[in-house]
């Protein structure tokens, strides 16, 4: 179970770190991801972290302002959001897949994150 936690309305040009607390199992091995989705518009990758080694991948457009990490004592993934902009408004999640799955197969709820200018 992936549980997302740490939205809220923050201003334009602050930060925010959201967090993805697994539980139930564990996702050793797997590839853990943020997506986000704002309204009226599709769901987006954000970034990914492979759970064993470490090693993170960006969407283009979040490098340099998104960071996601890992705590593996505390079984929670984080995605620290800086500079953050109203377009990045939008319901975030956190899924995990396997290393050979296509798709994500386990998400979590969502975290709500709203920017206002």
């Known amino acids: 179970q992936l549980q997302a936690s740490g939205g809220g309305l923050v201003q334009a040009g602050g930060s925010l770190r959201l967090s993805c607390a697994v539980s139930g199992r564990t996702f050793s091995g797997y590839r853990m991801g943020w997506f986000r989705q704002a309204p009226t518009k599709e769901r987006e990758f954000v970034a990914h972290?492979?759970?064993?080694?470490?090693?993170?991948g960006y969407a283009n457009s979040k490098k340099g302002r998104f960071t996601i990490s890992r705590d593996s004592a505390k079984n929670t993934v984080y995605l620290q959001m800086s500079r953050l902009k109203p377009e990045d408004t939008a319901v975030y999640y956190c899924?995990?897949?396997?290393?050979?799955?296509?798709?994500?197969?386990?998400w979590g709820q969502g975290t709500l994150v709203t920017v206002s200018s």
């Open positions: 972290i492979l759970w064993n080694s470490g090693s993170t």
């Open positions: 899924a995990a897949r396997t290393s050979v799955a296509t798709t994500y197969e386990y």
